[in-house]
C-alpha cells in the first residue's frame, strides 16, 4: 500500500486492543479474498503467522495486508493483488489481528472467513514469489506495460488551463505508482503536488499515496531552487565584474528573476550563454570565485570540440554545476547558427539583485526549451513552452517557432515537438502527416522501459527523418555519447557499441509497436 490506488482498510471504529475492533475495507490491493464492503474484526497481535492479516498504521492511514514474513519484531506483508509490493511492518505500528471477516456491516451480516477463505489466504502467503515474478514478467510484456505518457500531458494541461475537473479525470486514467514513475522521468513532480494542494486532493483519501510521494519531489525542488537563486547571483556578480557579456538561459534566468510561478520547476544546472571569443575569459573568471571542472584537460577539450557548452564547472561546496554555453544547440544538431550573434536580436533585460542582465526572450526560449528535448524529452521543458504559447496572442503565436521551425536538418522532431507544447497548450497547431506519425511514436517511445527508450536511436531516426542523411545524422548524434568518453574508446569499441545500439533501436521499435493503445 506504498505506491498506487490500492486498497486502504479505514478505521470505524477502533477501540482499545481489548476489544475487537471493527474495520471496513475499501480498495482493490486485497481482491479476491478481501474487498468493500466488507468489516474486518481485529483481535490482539498476538500468534501471528504467515498468512493471517494484520491491521497496522502507514503513516496517518491503516492497512489490512497479509503477513508473508514474521520474526524480530517485525512483520514483511503485501496485498493480495500487489504480490510485489512488501512492507516491513514493525511490531508497535500493528493495530491487530483479523480474527473475523464479515461480509458487511448491517445486520444481516454473514462471516465469510470460513476453512477455504482461511486455506486461500495460506496459499496465497506462500505462494507470493512466484506470483509476484509472475506480476513482473506480465508487466514488462509490451501488451502489459501500464502506459502513462499522456496521463501525464493531460494533467500538465488540465492544471496549466486551471481544469480542476479535468484534472481529477486525468488522475483516474492510471495508477498512482506509474504516475509517479512518470513525474520523476519527466521531472514534473513538483508541479502536480503543486496542483493537488491547489485543488483541495491532498486531504482525499484517493490521492493520498499519489501525494505522499509526490511531496518528497516538492521539497527537495524547492530547497535546490533557493541553492540555484545563491549560486545563479555568485555566477552573474563573477561576469558583471570581469565585464563579460552573458545571456541567463532557461532555469537560470528564472531563478534569477524569482518568479513565485517558476518555484516548481527543477533545475539541475546553471546555463549561461557567451560569445566563443569570451569563453575562456568566463571560466577564468568563474574560477576566481571558486569554479573549478572535475575533468582533467584532455576531457575539457574534447567537450570544446563536441558539444556546445565547456565541460561543467563546479563550485567548492560541489552543489550545481554551471555551463557555460557558445550556442543553445549541439554541432550538427540543426543547419542554422544559434550562437551569440544569432541570439543577440532575441535578448531582453532580465531583472534581479544586480539590476537587468540578458536573457532570452519568449521565442528564442520556446525554441530552446525545444532543441533541449531534443536530446532528452521532459515535460517539465514542455510545460513551459506550453505556458509561453498559452500567454501569446494569435499574432505572435505564428512567430514562436521561426527560431527552431523548419530548419532543413530537424524538421519533423521540432515542428511535433511545438505541437506536444500546443496539445498541452489546449491551442490549435498546424502539424504535417510526418509530424503526427513522430508524435504517435514519441508517445510511445517514452512509456517504454529505461534501457529501451535510452538506446531508441535507431527507432528514433526511422521516425525522425525525411532522408537517408537525416537518418545518419540524428542516429549518429544520438550513439555519440558522452563527449568525455568519446575519444577514449577504440575502433573496435566502436562497433561493438553500434551494432549493440542498432540491435537496441530495433527491439525498441518491436516493442514499442506491440504496447498496446494509451487510450
Same mark, same amino acid.
Given at each position: 500500500?506504498?505506491?498506487?490506488?490500492?486498497?486502504?482498510?479505514?478505521?470505524?471504529?477502533l477501540?482499545?486492543?481489548?476489544?475487537?475492533?471493527?474495520?471496513?475495507?475499501?480498495?482493490?490491493?486485497?481482491?479476491?479474498?478481501?474487498?468493500?464492503?466488507?468489516v474486518?474484526?481485529?483481535?490482539?497481535?498476538?500468534?501471528?503467522?504467515?498468512?493471517?492479516?494484520?491491521a497496522?498504521?502507514?503513516?496517518?492511514?491503516?492497512?489490512?495486508?497479509?503477513?508473508?514474513?514474521?520474526?524480530?519484531?517485525?512483520?514483511?506483508?503485501?496485498?493480495?493483488?500487489?504480490?510485489?509490493?512488501?512492507?516491513?511492518?514493525?511490531?508497535d505500528?500493528?493495530?491487530?489481528?483479523?480474527?473475523?471477516?464479515?461480509?458487511?456491516?448491517?445486520?444481516?451480516?454473514?462471516?465469510? *472467513?470460513?476453512?477455504?477463505?482461511?486455506?486461500?489466504?495460506?496459499?496465497?502467503?506462500?505462494?507470493?514469489?512466484?506470483?509476484?515474478?509472475?506480476?513482473?514478467?506480465?508487466?514488462?510484456?509490451?501488451?502489459?506495460?501500464?502506459?502513462?505518457?499522456?496521463?501525464?500531458?493531460?494533467?500538465l @494541461?488540465?492544471?496549466?488551463?486551471?481544469?480542476?475537473?479535468?484534472?481529477?479525470?486525468?488522475?483516474?486514467?492510471?495508477?498512482?505508482?506509474?504516475?509517479?514513475?512518470?513525474?520523476?522521468?519527466?521531472?514534473c513532480g513538483?508541479?502536480?503536488?503543486h496542483?493537488?494542494?491547489?485543488?483541495?486532493?491532498?486531504?482525499?483519501?484517493?490521492?493520498?499515496?499519489?501525494?505522499?510521494?509526490?511531496?518528497?519531489?516538492?521539497?527537495?525542488?524547492?530547497?535546490?531552487?533557493?541553492?540555484?537563486?545563491?549560486d545563479v547571483?555568485?555566477?552573474?556578480?563573477?561576469?558583471?565584474?570581469?565585464?563579460?557579456?552573458?545571456?541567463?538561459?532557461?532555469?537560470?534566468?528564472?531563478?534569477?528573476?524569482g518568479?513565485?510561478?517558476?518555484?516548481?520547476?527543477?533545475s539541475?544546472?546553471?546555463?549561461?550563454?557567451?560569445?566563443?571569443e569570451?569563453? *575562456?575569459?568566463?571560466i577564468?573568471?568563474?574560477?576566481?570565485?571558486?569554479?573549478?571542472?572535475?575533468?582533467?584537460?584532455?576531457? @575539457?577539450?574534447?567537450?570544446?570540440?563536441?558539444?556546445?557548452?565547456?565541460?561543467?564547472?563546479?563550485?567548492?561546496?560541489?552543489s550545481?554545476?554551471?555551463?557555460l554555453?557558445?550556442a543553445?544547440?549541439?554541432?550538427?544538431?540543426?543547419?542554422?547558427?544559434? *550562437?551569440?550573434?544569432?541570439?543577440?536580436?532575441?535578448?531582453?533585460?532580465?531583472?534581479?539583485?544586480?539590476?537587468?542582465?540578458?536573457?532570452l *526572450?519568449?521565442?528564442?526560449?520556446?525554441a530552446?526549451?525545444?532543441?533541449?528535448?531534443?536530446?532528452e524529452?521532459?515535460?517539465?521543458?514542455?510545460?513551459?513552452?506550453?505556458?509561453?504559447?498559452?500567454?501569446?496572442?494569435?499574432?505572435?503565436?505564428?512567430?514562436?517557432?521561426?527560431?527552431?521551425?523548419?530548419?532543413?536538418?530537424?524538421?519533423?522532431?521540432?515542428?511535433?515537438?511545438?505541437?506536444?507544447?500546443?496539445?498541452?497548450?489546449?491551442?490549435?497547431?498546424?502539424?504535417?502527416?510526418?509530424?503526427?506519425?513522430?508524435?504517435?511514436?514519441?508517445?510511445?517511445?517514452?512509456?517504454l522501459?529505461?534501457?529501451?527508450?535510452r538506446?531508441a536511436?535507431?527507432?528514433?531516426?526511422?521516425?525522425?527523418?525525411?532522408?537517408?542523411?537525416?537518418?545518419?545524422?540524428v542516429?549518429?548524434?544520438?550513439?555519440?555519447?558522452?563527449?568525455?568518453?568519446?575519444?577514449a574508446?577504440?575502433?573496435?569499441?566502436?562497433?561493438?557499441?553500434?551494432?549493440a545500439?542498432?540491435?537496441?533501436g530495433?527491439? @525498441?521499435?518491436?516493442? @514499442?509497436?506491440?504496447?498496446?493503445?494509451?487510450?
Amino acid at each position: 500500500m506504498r505506491v498506487g490506488y490500492e486498497s486502504r482498510a479505514t478505521a470505524v471504529g477502533l477501540r482499545a486492543r481489548t476489544s475487537l475492533a471493527r474495520v471496513a475495507m475499501t480498495g482493490t490491493s486485497m481482491l479476491p479474498l478481501l474487498h468493500a464492503p466488507m468489516v474486518l474484526e481485529l483481535g490482539p497481535p498476538e500468534a501471528v503467522r504467515v498468512g493471517d492479516v494484520i491491521a497496522f498504521w502507514d503513516g496517518l492511514k491503516i492497512v489490512a495486508h497479509r503477513v508473508i514474513l514474521a520474526g524480530d519484531g517485525t512483520f514483511r506483508t503485501a496485498g493480495d493483488a500487489r504480490p510485489e509490493c512488501v512492507e516491513i511492518v514493525s511490531a508497535d505500528a500493528v493495530l491487530g489481528r483479523v480474527e473475523r471477516v464479515w461480509s458487511h456491516d448491517g445486520s444481516q451480516a454473514y462471516r465469510v *472467513d470460513g476453512f477455504a477463505h482461511r486455506l486461500s489466504g495460506s496459499l496465497l502467503a506462500h505462494t507470493r514469489p512466484l506470483r509476484a515474478s509472475v506480476a513482473r514478467a506480465a508487466r514488462s510484456l509490451p501488451q502489459g506495460r501500464t502506459r502513462v505518457f499522456s496521463t501525464l500531458c493531460d494533467l500538465l @494541461a488540465a492544471d496549466l488551463a486551471d481544469d480542476r475537473e479535468g484534472f481529477v479525470s486525468a488522475l483516474r486514467a492510471a495508477p498512482a505508482d506509474a504516475i509517479v514513475r512518470g513525474t520523476k522521468q519527466h521531472r514534473c513532480g513538483a508541479l502536480l503536488a503543486h496542483a493537488l494542494y491547489r485543488y483541495r486532493l491532498h486531504d482525499d483519501p484517493a490521492c493520498a499515496p499519489l501525494v505522499e510521494a509526490l511531496r518528497k519531489d516538492a521539497w527537495g525542488t524547492a530547497a535546490s531552487n533557493a541553492s540555484l537563486q545563491c549560486d545563479v547571483d555568485t555566477c552573474v556578480t563573477a561576469l558583471s565584474i570581469a565585464g563579460i557579456p552573458f545571456a541567463l538561459l532557461k532555469g537560470a534566468a528564472r531563478a534569477y528573476r524569482g518568479d513565485p510561478k517558476d518555484a516548481v520547476h527543477p533545475s539541475s544546472d546553471i546555463d549561461m550563454l557567451v560569445p566563443e571569443e569570451h569563453l *575562456d575569459a568566463a571560466i577564468a573568471a568563474l574560477s576566481r570565485y571558486g569554479y573549478a571542472t572535475p575533468f582533467d584537460r584532455s576531457v @575539457a577539450e574534447a567537450y570544446r570540440r563536441r558539444h556546445h557548452h565547456a565541460a561543467p564547472m563546479l563550485p567548492a561546496s560541489g552543489s550545481i554545476a554551471v555551463e557555460l554555453h557558445t550556442a543553445i544547440a549541439r554541432p550538427k544538431t540543426l543547419e542554422r547558427a544559434l *550562437d551569440w550573434r544569432a541570439l543577440e536580436p532575441y535578448f531582453q533585460p532580465c531583472h534581479g539583485f544586480a539590476g537587468p542582465v540578458r536573457c532570452l *526572450d519568449e521565442r528564442a526560449t520556446f525554441a530552446h526549451l525545444a532543441i533541449h528535448s531534443l536530446d532528452e524529452l521532459h515535460l517539465r521543458d514542455v510545460y513551459l513552452m506550453a505556458r509561453i504559447l498559452r500567454t501569446a496572442g494569435w499574432s505572435s503565436r505564428a512567430d514562436l517557432g521561426t527560431i527552431g521551425a523548419g530548419d532543413p536538418a530537424e524538421p519533423v522532431r521540432l515542428n511535433a515537438l511545438f505541437a506536444l507544447a500546443a496539445r498541452i497548450a489546449r491551442v490549435a497547431w498546424p502539424t504535417a502527416p510526418a509530424e503526427r506519425r513522430y508524435l504517435d511514436w514519441l508517445e510511445r517511445r517514452e512509456d517504454l522501459p529505461e534501457n529501451l527508450r535510452r538506446h531508441a536511436y535507431f527507432a528514433e531516426a526511422a521516425h525522425a527523418a525525411r532522408r537517408a542523411r537525416d537518418f545518419v545524422r540524428v542516429w549518429g548524434t544520438g550513439i555519440a555519447g558522452n563527449p568525455a568518453k568519446a575519444d577514449a574508446v577504440t575502433q573496435h569499441q566502436r562497433l561493438t557499441r553500434l551494432l549493440a545500439r542498432a540491435a537496441s533501436g530495433v527491439a @525498441a521499435y518491436l516493442y @514499442a509497436a506491440a504496447m498496446r493503445d494509451s487510450r
